[in-house]
């Protein structure tokens, strides 16, 4: 049971510190720049058609997970394409960036660009061609027998509203909704003070997490006290916990009852920083439900997820397709840490940065459950072929070892 409560504290704690204040920059530089330009970020990606796939490519590329996050709402209301989606999850570096970017730069470099490749080539195909279409939509129906996918809308010439996502009203049934949708004497101001306590901790947590990755990601004790291992503990659990309250009642009272949304513009700063907590708290939720079933799974089944993607031979890169189907970043953050140390070919990482979509995917799960599955086997099955050409030619076109690239 103290094993139990240990994983929990220090699931809660590394989940805030290692993940959400990184999701909470990137959301927060996104909101800035839609605040300083009016919208204008968001109307570019809406009016270019064409170049969504690439664009949201870019925007999964960016470290962390909250340009990818950007993409998904945007999806759910008609604005870009289904090719789009699968682009920007493709290309997701997500947070195990944060760790390759630091121990291994020269692998980064590679692992990423082959994603942005890879993935913005299958959002162009699955638009053009809806490939697959028939059999990925077989098979989901087989998981939730009442879905009608759209996995594969053939766009063509334009982009409108998804089939799965009709408005009987005559206007997009998630849209944002500015304002409070409660009013309380006390609950109102203390969702107001959570929110900028939320923002203390998440710039402590941002410090401490900046250490933790350059440190090389060590075994941090789970302890109050002054030190590192102190910090790293009290800002974490402080974070999570307003974390839990912004999300299961703030959000009612701050004007952003609606996450998972996508915004055209911010009306202040306030508004901005407000609607980045906000949506930071939302996936924190979906990161601790990932890192616990993760942690629990390990220590009740035996199971080493790692182990596994280090298999002998071409299981390698499968693994690490394997592993990069698990939503979330946590499972990632470990591959990307076994591989700095020299534990994983190369191939397995390049596999993994195509197949993983992040945290990204916990809105787009959240909200179209459907469309979350298309698109992660979309996404699969370009992370094969790549991680499994990588393992037979890398040593032989490039001349260097797998084990070991580019780590620093």
């Not at 009203?169 to 203390?190: C, F, N, V």
């Not at 703030?250 to 911010?266: P, T």
């Amino acid at each position: 049971m103290a094993d139990l409560q240990s994983i929990l504290f220090a699931s809660l704690r590394d989940g805030y510190v290692q993940v959400s204040v990184f999701v909470a920059v990137t959301v927060l530089l996104f909101g800035l720049v839609q605040y300083r330009t009016n919208g204008a970020l968001l109307r570019a990606l809406e009016e270019n058609e064409r170049l969504q796939p690439l664009f949201g490519g870019l925007l999964g590329l960016t470290p962390g997970c909250g340009g990818a996050i950007v993409v998904m709402p945007l999806y759910v209301r008609g604005s870009v394409s289904f090719g789009t989606v699968v682009a920007t999850l493709g290309a997701t570096a997500g947070d195990s960036a944060f760790v390759i970017l630091a121990l291994a730069p020269e692998a980064a470099l590679y692992a990423y660009g082959i994603a942005l490749a890879a993935s913005v080539a299958t959002g162009y195909l699955v638009d053009s061609y809806g490939i697959g279409v028939a059999r990925v939509d077989a098979a989901v129906s087989r998981v939730s027998p009442t879905a009608t996918t759209d996995g594969g809308t053939v766009v063509n010439s334009r982009v409108g509203p998804n089939p799965t996502h009709e408005y009987p009203s005559g206007s997009p049934t998630h849209s944002h909704e500015a304002g409070p949708d409660r009013s309380s004497k006390i609950l109102t101001p203390l969702s107001h003070a959570a929110h900028v306590a939320w923002w203390v901790t998440a710039a402590g947590g941002l410090v401490l997490g900046t250490m933790y990755l350059l440190r090389g990601g060590p075994e941090v004790a789970l302890t109050v006290g002054v030190g590192f291992d102190g910090a790293f503990t009290v800002f974490g659990l402080a974070g999570a916990v307003l974390s839990l309250y912004l999300y299961g009642v703030g959000r009612h009272y701050v004007g952003e009852g609606q996450v998972a949304r996508a915004r055209d513009s911010f009306s202040s700063l306030y508004d901005t920083a407000t609607h980045a907590a906000m949506e930071t708290s939302f996936v924190t939720v979906w990161v601790f439900a990932a890192f616990l079933a993760y942690e629990y799974g390990v220590v009740l089944t035996g199971l080493d997820v790692s182990a596994i993607a280090a298999g002998a031979g071409v299981l390698a890169p499968i693994g690490g397709v394997a592993v990069g189907l698990i939503p979330g970043c946590g499972p990632q953050i470990l591959l990307a840490s076994v591989y700095a140390e020299g534990g994983l070919p190369f191939s397995a990482l390049a596999s993994n940065a195509v197949a993983q979509d992040g945290d990204a995917l916990f809105p787009l799960l959240a909200i179209d459950p459907k469309a979350a599955i298309v698109a992660t086997i979309y996404n699969a099955l370009p992370a094969l072929v790549v991680g499994v050409a990588l393992f037979f030619l890398w040593e032989p076109v490039f001349g260097m070892p797998e084990f070991g690239f580019g780590v620093a």
